[in-house]
């Protein structure tokens, strides 16, 4: 199975500022599916991105990503205190769906 | 927009079966352009998938966990469940529902409810 990386674990940031999220696989997502998540305690999940660089319906596009092969990028320009969360990339190429083990982002 | 909820035991013991059941709200289950899946989080961890079932039947299972899973769909409830046996406490979890496009990524997700496997 397609094991995916996630760095850094943590990144702490100030309103205004970028956060760059990285994920790494261990071999090439096929077509380059992989979807990117938001997660926050005691809510339901939310697609951010999927098929590496398009956003899902009613993401802002200060939500971008990119990459191909086995590095991709979520990129969030202009955080603000509701960006505060745990972020998961997961790839869909192949079976098993697999996801990385998440990036916890705090707004200073 | 479409809503999805988990329910089932909040704990369950050692050996037993897990069983929770994902509703459905404000949308048909009973699409062949999504499936419907399972995807649990432990404590501390990251996301684990567990597997996706389609309102005909069709299944795919995490090779992982395949030994002791079942899920199904019931159309007529807009309900699907899931069934994991013999639980240790590494079963322990916040298990997730949530709908997918066809075998792809996941649309829409329910808040997550914690299965405690203890004695």
């Known amino acids: 199975e397609i094991v995916l990386t996630q760095s850094p674990g943590t990144l702490s940031l100030s309103p205004g500022e970028r956060a760059t999220l990285s994920c790494r696989a261990s071999q090439t997502v096929n077509n380059r599916y992989l979807a990117w998540y938001q997660l926050n305690p005691g809510q339901a999940p939310r697609l951010l991105i999927y098929g590496a660089s398009s956003r899902a319906t009613g993401i802002p596009d200060r939500f971008s990503g990119s990459g191909s092969g086995t590095d991709f990028t979520l990129t969030i320009r202009r955080l603000g205190p509701e960006d505060s969360a745990v972020y998961y990339c997961q790839q869909y190429g192949s079976s098993p769906d697999t996801f990385g083990q998440g990036t916890r982002l705090e707004i200073k | 927009q479409l809503q999805l909820q988990e329910s089932g035991p909040g704990l369950v013991k050692p050996s037993e079966t897990l069983s929770l059941t994902c509703t459905v709200y404000?949308?048909?289950?009973?699409?062949?352009?999504?499936?419907w899946g399972w995807i649990r989080q432990p404590p501390g961890k990251g996301l684990e998938w567990i597997g996706s079932?389609?309102?005909?039947?069709?299944?795919d299972y995490n090779p992982s966990l395949k030994s002791r899973v079942t899920m199904s769909v019931d159309t007529s409830n807009s309900q699907f469940s899931l069934r994991l046996s013999s639980v240790t406490a590494a079963d322990t979890a916040v298990y997730y529902c949530a709908r997918r496009l066809a075998t792809y990524y996941y649309q829409y997700w329910g808040q997550g409810t914690l299965v405690t496997v203890s004695s």
């Open positions: 404000g949308g048909s289950i009973s699409s062949s352009s999504y499936y």
């Open positions: 079932i389609s309102y005909t039947g069709s299944i």
